[in-house]
């Protein structure tokens, strides 16, 4: 397993860069191949194209859906500083925990089935996406496709810590931006003709601040300004992007309803408002808690107390869960450091993680 996830995490797979997702696409379309997986790639001209890869089984038995993805947040050229590394039975590298370890226990757990059974215990889908760490806007429609013809959806994204416990809550997540248009002039010569959209964003900033209540899970962060021109120009534009998160379903509406509804502090200032909710949370529902069960009570047989946790970040996992699909998320590696220069998972955890995927499939 090891040696899959490194070989997986040497080819660098930015977002950004169709022609290296694509490559990585290629590259694991061979190996599910291997496994004798029928692939279908789902062509993007703006992304990098997403791989399905179904299996045969007992066909009496609805398909499990495996999901996950294979883009990352970093650059190409980030191996040149962060090599792939083994130290202290922790495996180093970019994507090595979000979340190419999710996507060799896939193929491992996969194998071991076939091998035990001489053939899987039921139909198998896996659907890897190109786009998830920038919105998954090419693959939702087919995530959410294939998970309506599924019995449940298992997201291989990296367990909640290094205790592993598995997701069965996540935020919701909304990308915003406040546009602020304002009337420029000289700063020295004629300072009353003009008014400012920076200065007028600011005063905005302070309002959405006030958003925020951390104690029924609602965050809004301001989190990339931009405005004008020069510093003796009153700045005729300014924008912030602005990131949402919300712990219920119900929270959305009334948010989205806050955000646009904003009014200007100087009547000569324009605002606009643009974005909202990407995804709705993944809410602990009874299908989600039924899975979780079975996840329990798989880990009880070797001796493995299990958790759950709840988490701030989404995953695809949210549109399925929002779908009414009994959803379990996290059953990938474990680690830390996700996105950051120190990402790493840890070994061992290996085998036992791989033994859930395996008991997972069989009994959703």
Known sequence: ?????RELAEIESPSDSKQ???RIAAFLALKFEALGGRTQLHRSSNFGDSLQIDFGGEAHRKPVLLLGHYDTVYPLGTLATMPCKIENGRLHGPG???MKSGIALMLHAIEALQAWHGELPRPVTVFLVSDEEVGSYSSRKITEALARDSAGVLVLEPAAGLRGAVKTARKGVGEYKLRVKGV???AGLDPGKGHSAILELARQIAVIAKMNNLRQGVSVNPGVIQGGTRTNVIAAEASIAIDVRIKRTKQAAGLDRKLRSLKPFDQHCKLEMTGGINR????????????????HDIASQVRWKLEEAAVGGGSDGNFTAGMGIPTLDGLGGVGEGAHAVHEFIVISELPRRALLLAGMIEDV
Request: charged content about 25%.
């Open 1 to 5: 397993m090891v040696d899959t996830i």
């Open 20 to 22: 290296a997702v694509d």
């Open 96 to 98: 090595v925990l979000d």
């Open 184 to 186: 420029a002039a000289h």
């Open 280 to 295: 709705l949370p993944m809410e602990r529902t009874a299908g989600v808690a039924a899975l979780y069960k079975k996840a």
